[in-house]
Nanobody, 119 residues
């Protein structure tokens, strides 16, 4: 099964930007959909955005629309999450996940990368 490794997290000031990366092992096939989730301290995991690898179609949570962009680079086999206009509430561990596009359940999860938003 695919393994996911996230990177790009760090400390950013309120209103700043950050780009997260997710590198799956091996090749990413057309049947996969990649997603980003966020787990804030003391809160449950919530969906942020997803992208269908084959079509490039994207889907965003209402809370991040206009401020976040998910994309993929076929040559680098990498999925990105661009975070802009970051607020304190955007802090947390960002997790990359993968599922078969025909499924509604994300089966594979990365270890996560920490995003800290300072004032």
């Amino acid at each position: 099964q695919v393994q996911l490794v996230e990177s790009g997290g760090g400390l950013v000031q309120t209103g700043g930007s950050l780009r997260l990366s997710c590198v799956p092992s091996g090749r990413t096939f057309n049947l996969y959909t990649m997603g980003w989730f966020r787990q804030a301290p003391g809160k449950s995991r919530e969906f942020v955005a997803s992208i269908n690898w084959s079509s490039g179609n994207t889907y965003y949570a209402d809370s991040v629309k206009g401020r976040s962009t998910i994309s993929r680079d076929n040559a680098k086999n990498t999925v990105y999450l661009q975070l802009n206009s970051l607020k304190r509430e955007a802090a947390g561990v960002y997790l990359c996940a993968a599922r078969r596009s025909a499924s509604s359940v994300y089966e594979e999860w990365g270890q996560g990368t920490q995003v800290t938003v300072s004032s």
